[in-house]
């Protein structure tokens, strides 16, 4: 049975609530303990709300942002990502590529004829059939390679786009996903792409469906999610006004991505972002990458950075941060 959220704070709560109370299913596939339920569904009202507000989960939102233009700039390098995730690196088999989990070269450059999928599904959408239910963005390819010795496989099936009065509306379709770790940021990064499609077209967002074959929560987050659960009713991280999608296209990604190339080498500094001729929901984006440069060395993020932040983004980051050492009050930085 589908339900419908406002928000995925509502979506993430529940349904972690759900797994854990009501799973169907205790196994270990591959070896990992996990509690288990087939043929999860929820539809999110909004999908632009794509946060969670509780301050104990403490979302990182940096990468968050990185792994949708990840997707967006039609790579699967491990170079980029793991700049902001370090850990994915366990999960590339020649150390230089995740052609399972890098969704963005089967995106846009999927198999022999280096398709681009968004751009048909525009074309489709904008000159051929609005009313279509064929366009859809595959992502899980039947030549992968699903043996258990293979840790690097696309969860998510494809994404389909459906045009209704002038709304763009996405179902995701995964084969599995982990309730705890992966919904969060994978919800993120669909309606993230749902909104920048939304802008190529030229129309609202509309909602956004979340259809899973297997969620699941693995045995060494149960407690973390149990306490998340417990501690549900105290006050959630404020819900401020939303950083709003500009209406964009691809020239504006690849323009992101080029400057985030230049912040991660050093050589980009908060008066250059400011100088970009990008909207500022961009240039703030960038901003957030600026502060990653000061989290990885362990430095206080530069005052002047954190007060130009969006107050939306500032609170993310200073809960998720401020935990992990000090706010340096003297220096008005956070450690």
């Keep these: ?21 009501l799973y169907e299913f205790e196994n270990s596939p591959r070896g990992f303990a ?13 999908p632009k709300n794509r946060f969670c507000y509780h301050p104990q989960r403490r979302q990182n939102i940096i990468f968050n942002y990185a792994e949708a233009l990840w ?19 366990r999960f590339s ?18 198999g022999t004829q280096n398709l681009n999928q968004i751009a048909r599904v525009v074309d489709i959408l904008k000159n051929d059939d609005a009313d279509s239910k064929r366009t859809f963005l595959q992502i899980f390819s039947a030549d992968e390679d699903i043996y258990k010795h293979n840790i ?5 099936l494809g994404l389909q786009l459906l045009l209704r009065e002038n709304k763009l509306h996405m179902v995701g379709y995964m084969r599995a996903n982990d309730a705890y770790v992966g919904m969060l940021s994978d919800i993120f990064s669909f309606t993230f792409v749902q909104e920048f499609i939304a802008s190529l077209i030229g129309c609202d967002v509309g909602t956004y469906t979340h259809q899973v074959g297997s969620i699941h929560i693995y045995e060494n987050n149960l407690e973390k999610v149990a306490s998340l659960l ?13 950083p709003v999608m500009p209406r964009s296209d691809f020239g504006v990604i690849t323009s992101v991505l080029e400057y985030e190339k230049q912040i991660r080498s050093g050589h980009m500094s908060l008066h250059d972002i400011n100088a970009v001729a990008l909207d500022d929901y961009w240039r703030d984006i960038l901003r957030l990458f600026k502060a990653n440069t000061y989290i990885r060395q362990q430095c206080p993020i530069d005052t002047e950075l954190m007060n130009q932040l969006h107050p939306f983004h500032r609170l993310f980051l200073t809960n998720r941060h401020t935990n992990k050492a000090v706010v340096c009050e003297q220096e008005g930085a956070l450690i």
């Design 34 to 46: 996990e509690r288990e339920i087939l043929g999860f569904c929820g539809k999110l009202d909004n």
């Design 71 to 89: 997707y967006l700039s039609g790579k699967n390098d491990l170079d980029f990502i793991q700049w902001y995730a370090p850990s994915m690196a």
């Design 230 to 242: 417990q501690n549900s009713a105290q006050n959630m991280l404020s819900e401020q006004s939303l």
């Design 1 to 21: 049975m589908q339900k419908r959220y406002n928000n995925l704070n509502q979506l993430y709560l529940n349904t972690l609530d759900e797994v854990y109370n």
């Design 152 to 156: 690097d496989v696309s969860c998510t």
């Design 93 to 110: 088999a020649d150390g230089a590529t995740l052609p399972g989990t890098g969704y963005g070269k089967k995106l846009l450059h999927f």
